[in-house]
Every structure is written in structure tokens, then in C-alpha cells.
């Protein structure tokens, strides 16, 4: 990467190579020093791209350097017929004109002179911004070192903050892929309707099928991983594209896809070939031996790929297709197992925590007016089961406003009695998307930190206990249900729930006054790690929205 030492190198450079052919051009020398110049031109611009022609011969060898050299010594020839021809047209309007003279041996001494000083100045430029590769640059593992180091705190900025530990099978999954139904989400939404859970594992059975469909083995690594899951969103993950990585971009690569970052479930695995025939049938524009490649992830024609083309053994190819079908490998891993070894994920983002925050936060709900707190606490849109049910103009949908008698009824079908100051709010606005999202979490003496409540909270028809809702769910064999899995889940009133994320009314010490709890994840996570706040008032007094700029 260019740092400030290269970035003057680089300049001054520059303005060598330039006036080594304006220069002649202007003193009439022989216009043969264009044809001496134009392969030093190319040579420097290649050392000038080190990483981008270093790329071109890993993935293309030697037919890639020549291909681009054929592409990159006509531009230069170009490059130096102009500035020769500003050179001579610059001495012919200043009348310092004498003919052109003929080629001499001052005139070759003298480019290759020249050529010599320009390499040595490339290649230092070359040395400076690749020292972070060399054994004096912090290592990746703990790139952190890099904020303290001062030999390099003005060579190297940290782009990517990589965890430095392996993956494990069992950390690999981020959570479940978009294409799978959220259970507890469509038992909210039902009102009572039964759900089947698939199954988030792949048996044994499903992956052979998967297999006998594509017609090769999967290898064990890979196998292990749909046995937890089949398939799912895994996160932003990264291969190093050379040794010793560096903590910047240009060293690391994006795996499955990044943005899409996820394993195929089993029936999504197709070939290549079947993924290019779904929009074109130009068999120009199929790569070789595209039958014999499985994609694991597609993000266009960014793919990561089990490749068959040697054998029963697939090796992982990271491939973009978009640049050329035969020059497309970005770094190829010899087995699954190998690529797994090398894959890192970014360090979590840390916990938002800064006072500067308050600047962009309205005062705490508690503290508004109280005519006012309402319209402060919601926004104006409505809530996805509100208008699910709208759609089906079957009389099922919620009211826009809560009342006495949908209170009365709510209380009575939980068998709790809801919180006055919650009443008082979903009598304003019988549920629907929040405004005030920012739930203060830290004490008042400490710097303030929170966490961000879920987008929207449940009208009260959907409210439901967790033990209910989960009652509505049948769930695969051998896997533990919610109200198993929690205790006191009949004491648990789901105020919103998707996607893991679930925020409850906790009913179980105290039926007059009920905690709130912000979970994380409900799958999973035991509920005495969740955020507590010990009740609704209290909520108001450390909830805040964001603040509009003026």
C-alpha cells in the first residue's frame, strides 16, 4: 500500500521517466529512443502494478504476463511518441530546432542510464510499501500492535481487524439462511395456527441424496458442516491471498461471496454449468469444464467452488468469472479441509459506547412530556403482521389503536396484568415500528453504552407467552422446544420476536410488575444472560430516539 516515503518516490519517478523522453525530444535527438524507451516504459509500469501483474501470473502463468504485455507495450509506445513529439514541438516553437540527428551511442548510454536509476527508484518504492509483508510488520494475529508500533504508524493503516483464531465447525453458522422460516415468527403471526420447524441439520440422508443428485462425494469437512446446519448466513469471511498477510485489503480475499456470505443449503448446490444455464446458453460464455465445478456461494459470477475437474478429491477455488473464464482464480486450496484451516472472520464490532452518542439521542422517553411520549416511542408505520392480516381481508386484522376491551381480553387470554404505562402506549398506537430504539445500558456514573431494541413490537392480538407460541410449534425430532428449553415459559409474554432477536414481558418474579427482557438470542441463549430492565417505567427512563438534525 502507499505510504508517505513511496508516495514522494513515486512522484518523483515520475517526473524522471517523463522528461527522459520529452528531454531528448526537445534536443532533436534520434526519434529511435522511442522504440528504446517503450519496453522501459512497460517494465516500469509493471513494477509500478506489482500486485496486480504478481496476481496475473499465480492465476494465469506465463500466458497471463504475455497477454498483458501485449495489451500494455502498445499504451506505453503511445505514451512515449507523445511526450517525445512535446519535447520536439516545444524546441520548434522556441526556434531551438537543428534537425533530427542520427541514433548514437551517447543516446543509448544514456537511456539505459536512465532506465537503471528508475528501476532502483521502483523498486525501493516496491520495498517500502511491501515491508509489512516482510518480518519487521506486525503479523496478522494481532494486528493491533500496529496502533503502538511507531516504525510503522505512518506505513501502515489497519483495513481489516482480523481475528487471528480458526473457525470451528461449531462457530462457523451465523445464523440460519434467509430461505428459512423463522418458526417462532410464523407462530406469532398465525394467532394460533400450527407451525412445522424444519429441521435446521441436514441428515445423513438429505447429503447423500444431495450427492447422488450432483453426482460426486462432498468431502467429510464439508459434510460436518451441513450436519449442524444445512446451509445458512455464516458472515463476512476472508482468505489471505499470500503468506504473511498484512492487515490490509489487498492481502485477503472475501470467501462464500461476501455480502451474500453463506453456504448453500444442500438442494440450492449446483454446478457451475447449471448456474450459468439459468441465464445464458452461450456456451461462449461457459467456463471449462463448468459441469465439474460445484458452487458453494454465487454472487454474480464471484464464486467459491468445490472443483472436480482432477478427481473425486474437490480442490476450493474462490473464482471471479466476471474478469475471464480461464484467468479467474483468486487463490485455490487443495482440499476443503485446508480452506476451512484458513478462513478468519473480523473482530465483533464493539458495543457502542461513547457520550459523544448522546449528541445524536433525544432526552429518555420518562423525561418527555407525557401527552408527547407516545408520539416520541412509535414511528407511524405499522407492523408487518398488521399488514399480512390487512391483505387478507378476512376481519383478522389488529386494531389500530388498542382499548379497554382488547386490554381486558389480552390480559385475560396471558392470564397477566400488562403494565399501565405499556397500556397507555398501545393505546396511542396498537404496535408497529419504533422510534425510540436506543435502551441505555450503562449506570450513570460510567460512559454511556446501549444496545438498539428490535424495529417494531407486536400489536397486542399477537401478544402471546412463550410457552404458547411455542406450544403452536412442532419441532423436528431430537431438538429441545421453547418451553423446555426456558423455564418459566408460561411467565414469558412475547412483546416482538424474529430472527433470534425477541424482546418478553418477564412475569416470573413478580406478576404485578413484570421485568422487560432484550434477548439476543431466544434458540439459544439463556435467558439470565439477556438485558434486564426491571420494569416498563424504567424502560421509559433509559430509552431514547434518535435526534433529527436541523
Not at 480442490?315 to 484467468?327: I, Y
Not at 407467552?465 to 423446555?484: F, M, Q
Amino acid at each position: 500500500m502507499t505510504t508517505k516515503r513511496s508516495g514522494g518516490l513515486r512522484l518523483f519517478l515520475a517526473a524522471v521517466i517523463v522528461l527522459a523522453v520529452i528531454v531528448p525530444g526537445f534536443l532533436n535527438r534520434s526519434p529511435w529512443i522511442i522504440l528504446l524507451s517503450a519496453p522501459a516504459y512497460t517494465t516500469l509500469y509493471a513494477l509500478g502494478k506489482w500486485s496486480t501483474w504478481t496476481l496475473a501470473w499465480r492465476t494465469g502463468g506465463v500466458r497471463a504476463i504475455l497477454l498483458a504485455v501485449a495489451i500494455t507495450l502498445p499504451i506505453q509506445l503511445v505514451l512515449v511518441v507523445v511526450f517525445y513529439m512535446i519535447g520536439l514541438g516545444a524546441s520548434l516553437l522556441l526556434g531551438q530546432s537543428s534537425g533530427l540527428q542520427p541514433l548514437a551511442s551517447v543516446d543509448v548510454v544514456t537511456a539505459g542510464a536512465l532506465f537503471l536509476i528508475a528501476l532502483a527508484i521502483s523498486l525501493s518504492i516496491n520495498f517500502l510499501e511491501a515491508r509489512g509483508s516482510a518480518a519487521d510488520l506486525p503479523p496478522i494475529a494481532d494486528p493491533r500492535k500496529l496502533d503502538t508500533d511507531a516504525a510503522f504508524a505512518d506505513e501502515v493503516e489497519v483495513e481489516l481487524d482480523l481475528d487471528p483464531r480458526p473457525l470451528t465447525p461449531q462457530n462457523f453458522y451465523v445464523s440460519r439462511g434467509y430461505w428459512k422460516r423463522d418458526a417462532l415468527y410464523d407462530a406469532l403471526e398465525g394467532r394460533g395456527k400450527p407451525v412445522v420447524k424444519q429441521p435446521d441439520a441436514a441428515s445423513d440422508k438429505a447429503i447423500a441424496t444431495a450427492e447422488a443428485r450432483l453426482g460426486v462425494q462432498l468431502p467429510e469437512s464439508l459434510r460436518d458442516l451441513y450436519r449442524i446446519m444445512d446451509g445458512g448466513y455464516v458472515g463476512w469471511l476472508y482468505v489471505p491471498l499470500k503468506d504473511n498477510p498484512r492487515p490490509v485489503d489487498e492481502d485477503w480475499r472475501g470467501a462464500f461471496s461476501i455480502d451474500y456470505s453463506s453456504l448453500a443449503s444442500l438442494d440450492q448446490l449446483q454446478t457451475v454449468k447449471e448456474h450459468y444455464e439459468s441465464f445464458t446458453h452461450d456456451s461462449d460464455e461457459m467456463p471449462r469444464n463448468a459441469d465439474k465445478m460445484i458452487v458453494l456461494q454465487a454472487r454474480y459470477q464471484d464464486m467459491t467452488l468445490l472443483d472436480y475437474t482432477h478427481g473425486p478429491e474437490p480442490k476450493v477455488r474462490l473464482v471471479d468469472f466476471d474478469r475471464h473464464p480461464d484467468l479467474s482464480t483468486d487463490v485455490e486450496y487443495s482440499d476443503f479441509k485446508s480452506y476451512f484451516a484458513a478462513l478468519r472472520r473480523p473482530r465483533p464490532e464493539k458495543l457502542i459506547s461513547s457520550d459523544r452518542l448522546l449528541s445524536y439521542r433525544n432526552q429518555p422517553i420518562a423525561k418527555i412530556n407525557l401527552a408527547q411520549q407516545p408520539s416520541e416511542f412509535w414511528l407511524s408505520g405499522v407492523h408487518v403482521f398488521a399488514n399480512i392480516a390487512h391483505s387478507r381481508k378476512d376481519g383478522s386484522a389488529p386494531k389500530k389503536q388498542a382499548d379497554d376491551d382488547l386490554v381486558a381480553e389480552t390480559e385475560a387470554r396471558l392470564g397477566v396484568k400488562l403494565p399501565h404505562c405499556l397500556v397507555r402506549f398501545w393505546k396511542y398506537r396498537n404496535g408497529g415500528a419504533l422510534a425510540a430504539r436506543h435502551l441505555q445500558i450503562s449506570k450513570p456514573e460510567e460512559g454511556y453504552a446501549e444496545i438498539e431494541l428490535p424495529d417494531q413490537l407486536m400489536p397486542m392480538e399477537y401478544f402471546a407467552t412463550l410457552a404458547e407460541a411455542s406450544d403452536r410449534i412442532s419441532y423436528p425430532e431430537g431438538e429441545t422446544s421453547l418451553r423446555k428449553r426456558h423455564a418459566g415459559a408460561d411467565r414469558l409474554v412475547i412483546l416482538q420476536a424474529k430472527d433470534k432477536e425477541a424482546v418478553l414481558l418477564d412475569y416470573r418474579g413478580n406478576t404485578l410488575e413484570p421485568g422487560i427482557l432484550v434477548v439476543d438470542d431466544i434458540n439459544s441463549q439463556h435467558l439470565a444472560s439477556a438485558v434486564r430492565v426491571n420494569s416498563f417505567d424504567l424502560l421509559l427512563e433509559r430509552l431514547r430516539a434518535w435526534k433529527q438534525k436541523s
